[in-house]
């Protein structure tokens, strides 16, 4: 059967292994070790939740021995170990590198200084918990216990550990190479799965006992609003809760498989009319409590599994029982799949315990519910919670019921980028948080923006009626800001798409910490809910309200080595430094540096649902070479490394000053003919030459937020595009006392100061001179921050006054 067939070559290869009596190494790869100890010499060879493939290219190792003593020295570490019972004082191996002020050695026992991992769920959470390690640390090594984990036998069911004195560990030595102990880490534990195209949309999702009429007309409302939606999410109020049956049998409620007919007369119906406006449906499911004598697919389920119903008792929930997880799927769940339904979210939250001891029930569940969702030839995809490393093979992430407030907002980029440590890469949070807390439209304003370049954004809340996400219920100018965003994360999708095939594929996660890009920074380890978004961007997350005087938000970013530019308001900034990031409501710190590349849809109407679109808008940031592969396919199937993907190669040429655009190759189902445009960022000459199959024209371009929009045309996708700048463009500087300006018409403060500080910024002194006659208006931080900002972000204002004027300007 399909749902116990998985990928997976748990016996290592021989060659690998390095062993006697009571223990074993395995040599995984250079940086990756596996350190058994089993009393009885009897090893594990079956897969575990964590790990599920050991067979891989055995790596360039030496072995050196005597009687007393074993050592192991690949290019990454050099082991030594005394033969006894793994001890610090017996085990221990030296990192190869220097990650420390002398030398980094891990000893056993000893975990390494772990920068986090992720965490199982952050219900009733009010800001910042505690995180479960990963695999990487600045120490240079990190290790993973993998004693007690469930296991999967001959048939791929479930199995626990033998019993006895047993020690089953993994040592990461990738010393500073992040990426590369993430990717090795996927090698042992599996990839993470390519997700459906229409998983990477808006979703919509609320606790509230909404009929089938109200659901459908808030939908069409979404529409009406030019708002694109992906999923249409039901809470638990689909089935039967406050119903005399429930409380007869003296249940919660909690769990239900049967239709509420008071609210869903005609579900085939409700369900049909969601597919027809283009959406995907998930329904709640608390399995928990089994399946009552009331519920529809009792008689059923009982049939199926030769449970007495003479005395009504219910079905009990089993799921480490075969049997019963068979009918689950089959009797259970499948006649809501065959009614329509396209996703299970899967909401278990009654702990680790199961019948077989050893056995999470959350892994049973995610396991065989991801494997199931592949019936007929569907991309499988699971909604679920975290239950610990390997989990990333069962996205997508359901992470819980925060409370609402700033407090929550700060944290959850942290954790998602700091998941990536344990390759937890497609984490759902509830944007705008669940609930308590208090009501601020400028904070679900912030979280929508975060929820925007975040892996998965899902609008969801109590049933608490003055709990308000449909942005036309908002006041201006929350309304259209919120508006703006979410469909802005549909034009991302282009990207969003791509970066999903390249986790997939490449083992490079949606969302990183800053420091797996500039690891021997130290600036990159200080901004913990900065992160980098896929190939092209990062992201500056503002999590904290406005100042009331400025009118703006702050957020102290690092800004890595190079020049960047602020997608949103076209700012060219220096990197290698820190800086207070200034914004109004309407735009979000989001940086992509020299030779980024950007496609988004650039469609007038965005639909719902998520298909390739006809029409690419391509950003572009002049000043270094770059490239970027677009990858699409229809967003269905499963993938198994045969699925005839689209490619678009997409390259800038510094030197040259040209954009190669196409031919698309492979795949046919987007458009055979598509529009293209470029908006150059920070680049403002006017007249550039477009190529098309040999045919030259000069165009002018549209001067935008401190760039250039040229409108390329539409052509056949077999097609090559050349756009041809001027040799060596480069980001055009900025001009601080426009900016200036236009931030003092926003400020709630004095005219007479605002005037002051004009006449200091439009004058002819040196910019050197300006800011301290800045500072001597005592001009508090807050305000002051902002208009250093401006001045400060491009050096070359200051370099260029400079060269006019003698100053000489130290180099930051």
Known sequence: MHRYCFPHTPVANPEAIVGSGKYRFTVLADGLLRYEWAEDEQFEDRASVLAINRRLTVPQFRVKQDENCLQIITARFHLTYDKQFFSPNGLSAVIKGHYGPHSSIWRYGMPGSSLGGTTRTLDETNGRIPLEPGIISREGFATLDDSKSMLFDDRQWVATRSPGNRIDGYLFAYGHDYRQAIQAFYLLSGPQPLLPRWALGNWWSRYYAYTAEEYLALMSRFRKNGIPLAVAVLDMDWHIVDDDRVKKAGVTGWTGYTWNKKLFPDPKIFLAELHNQGLRIALNDHPADGVQSYEDPYEEMAAALKHDTSMGDPVPFDITNQEFLDAFFDVLHRRFEKEGLDLWWVDWQQGTHSRIPGIDPLWVLNHFHFLDSALDNKRPLTFSR?????????????????????????????????????????????????????????????????????????????????????????????????????????????????????????????????????????????????????????????????????????????????????????????????????????????????????????????????????????????????????????????????????????????????????????????????????????????????????????????????????????????????????????????????????FLRDAQIGLDVKDAIRAIVESSKPILLQIGDLHALGLDEALLSPILEFILADSRVLSRESQDTGYVVVDR
């Not at 890595?560 to 990031?581: A, K, S």
Request: proline share 7%; glycine share 10%.
């Open 386 to 742: 975290y239950a610990g490393p390997g989990s990333h093979r069962y996205p997508i992430g359901f992470s819980g019921d925060t409370v609402v407030s700033w407090d929550s907002l700060h944290f959850q980029p942290e954790f998602t980028a700091t998941a990536s440590n344990i390759g937890y890469g497609w984490w759902s949070h509830d944007i705008g948080g669940h609930f308590h807390g208090e009501k601020s439209d400028e904070m679900l304003i912030r979280w929508v923006q975060f929820g925007a370049f975040s892996p998965v954004l899902r609008l969801h809340s109590s049933n608490n009626i003055f709990s308000i996400k449909e942005p036309w219920n908002l006041d201006a100018p929350y309304d259209q800001i919120m508006k703006q965003y979410l469909q802005f994360r549909h034009r991302l999708l282009p990207y969003l798409y791509t970066m999903n095939f390249r986790a997939a594929v490449d083992g490079l996660p949606l969302i990183q910490p800053m420091y797996w890009g500039y690891s021997e920074s130290d600036e990159a380890y200080n901004v913990p809910n900065q992160y980098i978004f896929g190939s092209s961007l990062i992201v500056a997350p503002i999590t904290a309200p406005q100042n009331p005087k400025t009118r703006r938000s702050q957020v102290l970013a690092w800004l890595p080595p190079g020049r960047h530019v602020d997608i949103f308001t076209g700012g060219v900034y220096d990197g290698d430094r820190r800086i207070w990031i200034n914004r109004r409501l309407s735009e979000y710190p989001v940086f992509a540096p020299e030779g980024a590349i950007l496609p988004l849809d650039s469609a007038p109407i965005l639909e719902n649902g998520c298909r390739d679109s006809a029409m690419i808008k391509l950003l572009v940031v002049v000043g270094a070479d770059g490239s970027f592969e677009l990858v699409e396919d229809d967003g269905c199937g499963q993938y198994t490394g045969q699925i005839n993907f689209r490619r678009t190669c997409i390259s800038f040429h510094q030197q040259a000053g040209e954009l190669h655009i196409g031919p698309t190759s492979g795949g046919d189902v987007s458009p055979h003919t598509r529009n293209w445009s470029v908006q150059f960022l920070g680049y403002c000459s006017e007249q550039i030459q477009i190529n098309v199959d040999g045919e030259t024209k000069t165009v002018i371009g549209k001067k935008v937020n401190n760039g250039l929009l040229v409108d390329l045309g539409s052509y056949p996708e077999n097609i090559r595009i050349l756009v041809t700048l001027e040799a060596h463009p480069s980001l055009s500087v900025n001009q601080p006392a426009p900016q200036i300006v236009d």
